[in-house]
């Protein structure tokens, strides 16, 4: 039967990641991958994670299942972290999942199952995966536009266009903070006319939040799924700790479906449980509980709130060079958007011939929208990109 398998398409980033390590020019930068790293380059363990795996290592006394959702404490941290009081908590269901990444599968096959004529409007761009899902389950996907290549901001009057061609029983996928890949965020007044326009049109709002306390920080990048949360009907939310947590390879996410129709939470809840268990039945743990120790425990949560917040303005300090940098060397400003946008990720708007030649000339790997991640560089290195970048014309 294997001869009738086909080849499946390449991971572009992936690709990129693999041809990295396979350059051999000790000056090579690597922008591509999308993790955080410090100035070291290195993808560190932050401090409260490893107290909490040391208190976990003496507590822990079984290696049994937790339960279908996961461990509730997991599901109750997380909520309050993403939600706060925006909804009451009895009109939340969620489980835990295989990353954030599991968590918007799992939310995409809801969705289906609920409505299998759906479709779903996405922004262009959008996280490659997102689409990448969606075609593997063949729901119809819709584009909105979103990005603006001039400006490096938010193309809104033709978001709003777009999603006009919304109807009733849609679903509308949204960053909830530091868009990927783009770093252009929706302010609070622009999320406001798009709740507005969902519920008219009476579609659901699917939010995708990898990022919460990289942006402009936890309680402010949460702004957004909270209006909207409190806003709509009904409203999912896939939440990621990889990046904020730095629990990567504990692929550690959480699903949450909140409903003001309270009667909804037991069929809800339900159904989640029920896709869990088609899937891999029981969630990972270990990931789950190091948040829950983190989040529970005072000093803990200060400590890691201390180091997220160092993550954050180390990050915002890098692309205020960059921007500055580049403006030194053009006389121009025309980059300077990159100091506005929030996240890991800035597209630069570079013409893929160019990203060509800033890896071929430069040993500097982006993706080919010319998508960078800002934590891939350091103070000595922001010069050299933005040298590179000037040097090919960009």
Known sequence: MFEHLKEQPKDKILALMQTYRDDPRDTKIDLGVGVYKNPQGVTPIMRAVKEAERRWWDDETTKA???LAGDPAF???MIAL????????????????????????QAFE???????????FVSDPTWPNHLSILKHLGMETVAYRYFDESSGGVDFEGMIED?????????????????NPTGANLNMVQFRAVIDLMNDKGATPMIDIAYQGFGDGLEADAAATRAVAAGCPETLIAASCSKNFGIYRERTGLLMAVAQDKGMHAVTQGNLAYLNRQ??????????????????????????????????????????????????????????????????FSRLGIAPELVDRLRDEHAIYMVGDSRINIAG???????????AIIDVGA
């Not at 993403?82 to 599968?105: C, F, H, I, M, S």
């Not at 560089?377 to 040298?387: I, Y």
């Open 279 to 344: 899937n891999y039945s029981f969630p990972p743990d270990h990931g789950a509980r190091l948040v829950s120790i983190v989040l529970g425990n005072d000093d803990l949560r200060a400590d890691w709130q201390t180091e997220l917040e160092e993550v954050r303005t180390g990050m915002l300090a890098l692309r205020e060079q960059l921007a500055s940098e580049l403006q030194r060397l053009s006389g121009s400003d025309r980059f300077g958007f990159v100091a506005q946008h929030r996240g890991m």
């Open 110 to 120: 809801l969705v289906k199952m609920a409505n299998p004529q759906v479709r779903v």
């Open 65 to 67: 299942y937790t339960g």
């Open 82 to 105: 993403v939600l706060g009081d925006a909804v009451p908590r009895d009109q939340v269901a969620a489980v835990a999942t295989p990353g954030g990444t599991g968590a918007v599968r």
């Open 163 to 179: 999603l006009g061609q919304v109807r009733a029983g849609d679903v509308v996928l949204l960053h909830g903070c530091c868009h």
């Open 75 to 77: 599901a109750d941290a």
């Open 377 to 387: 560089l350091n103070k000595e290195t922001v010069p050299v990109l933005a040298r």
